[in-house]
């Protein structure tokens, strides 16, 4: 599978832990996005890298939120000192931007975080 | 910032009924559009887009979609469902400036019975 694949698919912690999940997007893409999906609600955009570059990151819903593409390859999302109200999907997509605005987004099947 | 409002939460179908999701944005810019889908167990997977040109775009497994732009609008439709299109549809879009990020609907769930 050359696909965008996440890492765990789900995660049960406890609140107050800290955790970290992993995308490894499609090799070629350069683009990696983060976006958190709750129940009933569409995709919610968090942060974005090009390369290892973190360009956007003033979705991040908290300061308890941080990422980091460190080889421009894969990513983590960590987030520290969970809360019940992080309990969501975290969702990742990658991209190679295409001539003009032509940009198309792979995602990924996501890490399923529940906070108990 | 624009958002994306999507008419029913749920839509159920028999086969070979006719479909129409509805979309509609708020910006009031160039903007590029977009439907994606969600099958059951899988991840987010494009369905179509528009960028520009023709306002009718066709997508896969006989998907198309009208961009209105009098409107704001950009429905989804199909002629006739298959129970093999039970899914969840959102509605995206992404303004055509500069960086933008895809914003997306909530969604809506499509059952299509037998």
């Known amino acids: 599978d050359t696909g965008v694949s996440q890492d765990p698919r789900h995660k049960i912690t406890k609140r107050g832990q800290n955790v970290t999940f992993r995308c490894d997007p499609i090799?070629?893409?350069?683009?990696l996005y983060w976006y958190r999906q709750t129940l009933g609600q569409g995709p919610e955009f968090l942060t974005y890298f090009q390369n290892e570059a973190q360009l956007e990151k003033s979705r991040l819903l908290s300061d308890r939120f941080s990422a980091e593409r460190p080889k421009g390859s894969f990513s983590t999302l960590e987030i520290q000192r969970t809360e019940q109200g992080d309990s969501a999907m975290y969702l990742c997509?990658?991209?190679?931007?295409?001539?003009?605005?032509?940009?198309?987004?792979?995602f990924g099947s996501g890490t399923q975080l529940s906070v108990l | 910032a624009q958002s994306v409002s999507q008419h029913n939460h749920h839509v159920i179908l028999s086969e070979a009924a006719s479909l129409e999701l509805g979309c509609n944005y708020s910006y009031g810019g160039t903007v590029n559009l977009f439907w994606y889908v969600q099958y059951p167990g899988q991840h987010l997977q494009l369905l179509l887009k528009y960028f520009s040109g023709d306002p009718l775009v066709k997508g896969i497994k006989g998907f198309e979609a009208e961009f209105i732009k009098s409107k704001f609008s950009f429905n989804l439709r199909k002629p006739s469902v298959q129970w093999s299109d039970t899914a969840e549809y959102f509605c995206?879009?992404?303004?055509?400036?500069?960086?933008?990020?895809?914003?997306f609907g909530k969604g809506t769930m499509l059952l299509v019975s037998p």
């Open positions: 997509a990658s991209s190679s931007r295409g001539s003009g605005k032509d940009e198309k987004l792979f």
């Open positions: 090799s070629e893409h350069n683009r």
């Open positions: 995206a879009v992404r303004m055509n400036s500069g960086y933008s990020t895809l914003t």
